[in-house]
């Protein structure tokens, strides 16, 4: 009968042997050192960012408990900054113009997108094409296109009011009115980013298994239960990271309103037009750093706006988190 016997694991100490020694820490320096032409090679990247990212941040903390008109001495505040921010009227009158901009242009713009994608991933013909086009507004130069959107919601030779006097309705001054003005810009916005967040549902649709849609075809189930029941589901990881982007974006808008409503005030081009109706937070900013030359409370407005992008951007990230419980 033979003897069986155990093999010992391959981890296990060897007996006699003793373990190895802890290396120092100097040797590790040593080690560490030994790297420094990689390190070398990735400095630049940091040296940038250094010198353009984090220096100007922990810069405008620090101006934001200062009064500085740009030219002069800094004369310390404290937190009065702060504290007028809070009172503020025109910033709070900014952050709902950001808000309502950004709600009538991300909800339809995801939507579209989100449908788009399930279009460009069904079509057999000129897929390149069609991907192309609609990332084409993207691309495009933002000063161009708000001049012609400017054009288009003009009062009296817009396209946008001549398509409702061939419906038999009423012009719309739509750059001179509050509604109207928030309208534009959502429009706009819409038509810029709703190609982006296509490309990027299309990448995701094209990882759901192509057997579930086989499956619910058998179980007779249509396209619109499809898109609902299996699309959306399946797609919830990248609807969100597109809702996320987009509230970045969205509460951060300063191009767009800027040029498409600089003609219409003349006091100052970032009023946002009459009434204020478009001057969205990231424009109050520069109202006040660049008109008003105070950067001191610029500096306080710019961590004002940080605080509320970060807010919403967790809200956001919150409900659609539960809601994929």
Known sequence: MTELRSVPALDAPVPGDSPAPPAPAGSKARSALGYWRLYLAISPFYLLFLCFGLVPVGFSLYLSFHRWDGLG????????????LITDAQFWHSIGNTL??????????????????????????????????Y????????????IIFSSIFSTNFGLANAVLQGLGLDQVAWLNTDWGIKTAVAVLMTWQW????????????????GELYEAARVDGAGPVQTFFRITVP?????????????TVTGLQS?????VLLSNTQN??????????????????????????NDFGYGAAIAWGIFLVVALFSIINWRLVQRRAK
């Open 254 to 258: 300063f191009s767009e309103p800027q």
């Open 73 to 84: 001495t800094m004369e310390y505040a404290g937190l009065a900054q702060y504290r007028y």
């Open 194 to 209: 709703t190609g982006y967040n296509a490309i990027i549902f299309l990448a995701g649709l094209q990882t759901i298994p």
């Open 100 to 133: 309502i901009i950004w709600a009538f242009a991300t909800l339809p713009m995801l939507f579209l997108a989100l449908v788009t994608a399930v279009m460009l991933n069904s079509a057999v013909r000129f897929k390149n094409f069609y991907r192309f086009a």
């Open 234 to 246: 399946m797609m919830r990881p990248i609807i969100l990271f597109a809702l996320v982007v987009s």
């Open 135 to 146: 990332f084409l507004p993207n691309v495009t130069s933002v000063v161009a296109v708000a």
């Open 267 to 292: 006091n100052s081009t970032f009023a946002g037009g009459p009434g204020n109706a478009g001057q969205t937070m990231v424009l109050y900013f520069f109202q006040q750093s660049f008109d008003n």
